[in-house]
């Protein structure tokens, strides 16, 4: 059984900062992609970032420049970091993980960016 545990999220001011943290659990190993999404109320999920197993990254245009995604393979986890938060970034972040031919999902951590 697979388990994701994302950390982090919260309440932070316009221009602000945040760490997202994801913590991948179980007989699992070579991950092939880790990844952030997020959703805010009445859209679509939609990419934020994501990292494959060789490193190559992958941003979402709206925060190219803003937001930086890393991760560590002997721990299993994958970071977002997040700079000069704008509201827009409001949502619930979600973790993603792809595992040979599997897709995993955490529960999600929200972020609110306001004053």
């Known amino acids: 059984q697979v388990q994701l545990v994302e950390s982090g999220g919260g309440l932070v001011q316009p221009g602000g900062s945040l760490t997202l943290s994801c913590a991948a659990s179980?007989?699992?190993?070579?991950?092939?992609?880790m990844g952030w999404y997020r959703q805010a109320p009445g859209t679509q999920r939609e990419l934020v970032a994501t990292v494959i197993s060789g490193g190559s990254t992958r941003y979402a245009d709206s925060v190219k420049g803003r937001f930086t995604i890393s991760r560590d393979n002997a721990k299993k986890t994958v970071y977002l970091q997040m700079n000069s938060l704008k509201p827009e970034d409001t949502a619930i972040y979600y973790c993603?993980?792809?595992?040979?031919?599997?897709?995993?999902w955490g529960q999600g951590t929200q972020v609110t960016v306001s004053s």
């Open positions: 993603k993980l792809t595992f040979l031919t599997s897709t995993y």
């Open positions: 179980g007989n699992i190993f070579s991950i092939y992609l």
